[in-house]
């Protein structure tokens, strides 16, 4: 299936959000680039504004698919941490809270450390966060003067690389589960430095397969001048999934949301109890994803099947 696709499917952009704007901002300037024909506009998961780099945007339905990826894929980037200041939000952005003086520190030494962060890890979401409580965000308790803490959630970090020390600052590459603050995590690691620190720079640099070299820069978003339509990214194609093509009556009850009884479906590859499946039209219109049971492919949820 090719990533050339008619605007009324739903589709995926892998834009890059440059420094110093929010990520709504983004989303509205695609909203305005695409105009009223495409619906249902949103982002997969917020960069903070001094944050840059992979920013998905997905239409006309595809944010249902935001929970799949954010279970499917991890998250990369490259963080930069200032070491011996703390601020009140993790990061450049916050005023300094406290300060402390810095040892003498070996690179084998701060590789040691950021080494004993992969795996399991737990971690409590700062007060500056979208993490609600009582049905509101934190940063709108913290701005009100109110810190709330929140108990620690385990998270996961795949993989941890040192990349630089430079004077006080220290730079690494990590991935990481969905729900990571990379905020709180250099927190952690100034601390195991015997010292406080707090973000300078971060870049998202992939989600899963969709990485930042491929990101469309601002000059390349939809109602600009570069935007090309082979940009939109069809969700078969920004999830690894197998298809299904479907067809006859099948077709039309899964999307009624009936579940498919396995034996009345062909596959060119039989998938393993808990895979996810893309259920396709023959002329590739997606009408949902289903999961595989002992005998059915039941609905996570469907697209309109769009007849002639």
């Given amino acids: 299936m090719g ?10 952009l892998n834009l890059y959000k440059p420094k110093g704007i929010t990520s709504t901002k983004v989303v509205s300037a695609v909203k ?52 011996g200041k703390r601020t009140d939000t993790g990061d450049c952005e916050g005023e300094i809270v406290e300060e402390k003086e810095i040892s003498e520190l070996e690179v084998d030494f701060i590789k040691n450390i ?20 009582e049905g509101k965000p934190l940063y709108k308790w913290a701005r009100e003067g109110v810190k709330i803490e929140k108990p620690p959630v385990e998270r ?16 690494f590459r990590v991935t990481v589960s969905t729900g990571t603050y990379i905020r709180v995590l250099f927190e952690d690691i ?23 070299e491929n990101a469309l820069k601002s000059g390349q978003w939809p109602g600009e001048d570069n935007f090309k339509n082979e940009d939109f990214i069809k969700v078969t194609n920004a999830f690894e999934v197998q298809p299904l093509v479907v067809k006859g009556k099948e077709l039309k009850a899964f999307s009624h949301g009936n579940p ?45 099947l769009k007849t002639p």
């Fill in 190 to 212: 100034a601390t195991k430095l015997n010292t406080v620190g707090h973000l300078v720079e971060l870049k998202r640099e992939s989600i899963g397969p969709l990485k930042v």
């Fill in 32 to 83: 305005w680039g695409l105009g009223k024909k495409v619906k249902k506009v949103g982002h997969f998961g917020t960069l903070d504004p001094f944050a840059e780099g992979v920013l998905l945007v997905g239409g006309n339905g595809a944010c249902r698919l935001n929970n799949l990826l954010h279970e499917k894929y991890p998250k990369t980037y490259l963080a930069k941490g200032l070491l």
């Fill in 3 to 12: 990533n050339h696709i008619p605007i009324e499917d739903p589709f995926i």
């Fill in 114 to 133: 950021l080494d004993e962060f992969k795996g399991e890890y737990l971690q409590s979401p700062p007060a500056f966060s979208a993490t609600k409580h």
């Fill in 260 to 304: 498919l009884k396995i034996e009345n479906v062909e596959f060119s590859q039989l998938p393993s109890k808990g895979d996810y499946i893309w259920v396709c039209t023959e002329d590739e219109q997606i009408l949902g994803l289903a999961t595989v049971g002992d005998e059915y492919l039941t609905s996570c949820f469907n697209f309109p």
């Fill in 156 to 171: 996961f970090i795949h993989s941890i690389e040192f990349v630089s020390f430079e004077k006080d600052e220290v730079t």
